[in-house]
């Protein structure tokens, strides 16, 4: 799989792999973690969650500016992982749930501090990391394989994602289990319904039965909401320690690696790219020119994208029947909304070979489309996964009225198979633009903006990721299917957008 490319792809892939397992492991839990332990509604979540994952992309533009001067990229990568890992530690620590009134601003404030850690250490990561597997193929020797090895760097990536979901499932529901109690993702909503008094008399009823269900046998459903958040929130906390664990790990195969990787600050300038390293200020600006028009059409991209932790977690916790993807391993029960965060890496393990193939058969043939053109492509593939779900929503109840009733019944929800379905189109459409974008940056971008330009990249990814609330928004106050078709037209407008510009996009990439 990795003939004919850089030897040094495979252990930066490797040194990737430890930090996105730690990344996938807290994003899967995240939105959930934030409603269970403070009380927060779809909105505000969403909003912290939104402004986080922006954080994430917009200090990696910060990183890349601070590696480009500074010229340490090797030791900026370094800082970045000891920050991560500082920052799952303090929001592992297990603190008291339901949350004290006079302790709520302080330990929401801890966590949001410890979020700003992580998303500063992951702007000093990613971007740069990425800068130096483009170096690798600046080399005439592997230049025609950087699209393959861009995609195969971001599939090796998403192997540790694929288990992290159910790592962090499986450590919460162990720790629910051994506390004497079932999980269900309707009860942290209805507990908290209920000890803020916001509770109907039917969310009330439904309560009472869920809280046999999982394992209660008394009458004082207060004590019981206390308890079940203050068990469901721990086992969150513990969920986000193996976060650290696999950090520690990717620490490690950077540190062995280390002084094999190709190192930007030390680039040597041969006759046959001096030209290139001394460009004339009228090609820079075409190159940023073309590069910032990309990064603007790719932010409505990632505005729908990213709904995967957000909405569609929402999607999966309120409107799927997650009875149909409960898996008992004896020890611990494998169930809940996250698990389907571990279908988009799969897909992107699955897929990636098969589409590098493909695109290998369609080179061979002299077929291949550009870069701008596959990016354009995407965008049409991802308007069509929100197509389907809207044609699957069609009919569900209000948001709103969801929480009336306490919840929907299993028979009222919809199969598992309408979020996999999404999930493998979105993937396809991931795969199109995500791993190629990066490829047409380092491909773009003036040498000495190397760094500064991933960053850039990854910046244009922060501003969609800020719009993300908007979903959370529309999910909570109008149809479901309303909601995806929000989606639906933000893709097909990124999509004409970009085709518009495809002629002069394949001339500044040549």
């Known amino acids: 799989m990795f003939k004919n490319h850089p030897k040094g792809l495979l252990a930066a892939s490797l040194a990737n792999m430890g930090e996105r397992f730690g990344f996938y492991t807290m994003m899967a839990i995240l939105s959930l973690f934030l409603m269970t332990k403070f009380g927060l509604n779809e909105t505000n979540a969403g909003i912290i969650y939104s402004v986080f994952y922006a954080s994430i992309y917009l200090l990696a533009l910060v990183g890349g500016l601070i590696a480009d001067k500074t010229r340490n990229y090797k030791g900026i990568i370094l800082l970045g992982l000891l920050l991560m890992t500082l920052g799952y530690v303090i929001i592992s620590i297990p603190t008291a749930t339901p949350v004290p009134s006079d302790k709520f601003g302080i330990l929401l404030a801890l966590?949001?501090?410890?979020l700003l850690i992580i998303a500063f250490?992951?702007?000093?990561?990613?971007?740069?990391?990425?800068?130096?597997?483009?170096?690798?193929?600046?080399?005439?020797?592997?230049?025609?394989?950087?699209?393959?090895g861009f995609q195969l760097f971001y599939m090796f990536i998403n192997v540790g994602a694929i288990f992290a979901p159910f790592l962090a499932v499986g450590v919460r529901n162990w720790w629910v289990e051994k506390n004497?109690?079932?999980?269900?993702?309707?009860?942290?909503?209805?507990?908290?319904?209920?000890?803020?008094?916001?509770?109907?008399?039917?969310?009330?009823?439904?309560?009472?039965?869920?809280?046999?269900?999982?394992?209660?046998?008394?009458?004082?459903?207060?004590t019981f909401s206390s308890g079940y958040l203050n068990v469901f929130t721990t086992g969150f906390h513990y969920a986000f320690a193996v976060a650290i664990v696999a950090m520690l790990v990717s620490l490690v195969i950077y540190l062995f690696n280390k002084n094999r990787f190709p190192d930007p600050a030390n680039k040597q300038i041969d006759s046959a790219n001096a030209a290139v390293e001394e460009m004339d200020i009228k090609e820079v600006k075409q190159r940023l020119y073309a590069l910032f028009a990309v990064f603007a059409?790719?932010?409505?991209?990632?505005?729908?994208?990213?709904?995967?932790?957000?909405?569609?977690?929402?999607?999966?916790?309120?409107?799927?029947?997650?009875?149909?993807?409960?898996?008992?391993?004896?020890?611990?029960?494998?169930?809940?909304?996250?698990?389907?965060?571990?279908?988009?890496?799969?897909?992107?393990?699955?897929l990636t070979p098969i589409i590098v193939g493909f695109f290998g058969w369609?080179?061979?043939?002299?077929?291949?489309p550009s870069t701008p053109r596959k990016i354009a492509i995407g965008m049409g593939?991802?308007?069509?996964?929100?197509?389907?779900?809207?044609?699957?929503?069609?009919g569900l109840p209000l948001k709103s009225e969801v929480d009336a009733m306490g919840g929907l019944?299993?028979?009222?929800?919809?199969?598992?198979?309408l979020l996999i379905g999404t999930y493998f189109i979105l993937t396809v459409a991931e795969l199109f633009i995500s791993p190629l974008g990066i490829s047409f940056v380092s491909k773009v971008a003036p040498p000495k903006l190397q760094g500064i330009m991933q960053g850039a990249w990854l910046g244009a990814t922060a501003i969609g990721n800020s719009l993300l609330f908007i979903g959370a928004i529309f999910y909570a106050n109008i149809s479901m299917t309303a909601t995806w078709l929000v989606f639906v037209s933000a893709c097909v407008i990124s999509m004409f957008t970009m085709l518009g510009m495809l002629k002069w996009l394949e001339r500044i990439a040549k």
């Not at 966590?111 to 410890?114: M, Q, Y």
């Not at 250490?121 to 393959?148: E, I």
């Not at 995967?308 to 898996?327: H, M």
């Not at 299993?410 to 198979?417: K, Q, Y």
């Open 111 to 114: 966590s949001c501090f410890g």
């Open 297 to 350: 059409v790719v932010i409505f991209f990632w505005f729908s994208f990213h709904q995967n932790g957000l909405t569609l977690t929402y999607f999966a916790k309120d409107y799927t029947d997650l009875s149909q993807i409960k898996l008992n391993l004896g020890f611990v029960t494998l169930q809940g909304a996250e698990i389907f965060q571990s279908i988009n890496p799969f897909f992107v393990v699955f």
């Open 180 to 222: 004497g109690y079932l999980y269900n993702a309707d009860l942290p909503t209805l507990a908290h319904q209920y000890l803020g008094n916001t509770i109907t008399s039917e969310g009330t009823a439904r309560l009472q039965s869920l809280a046999s269900e999982a394992g209660f046998a008394g009458t004082d459903l207060a």
């Open 362 to 368: 369609l080179r061979a043939k002299g077929k291949e």
């Open 409 to 417: 019944a299993d028979s009222a929800r919809v199969t598992p198979w």
């Open 121 to 148: 250490g992951n702007g000093m990561f990613k971007g740069n990391l990425q800068a130096l597997v483009g170096q690798m193929y600046d080399n005439p020797q592997y230049s025609k394989m950087r699209d393959s």
């Open 381 to 394: 593939i991802a308007a069509l996964a929100y197509v389907v779900m809207a044609i699957g929503s069609v």
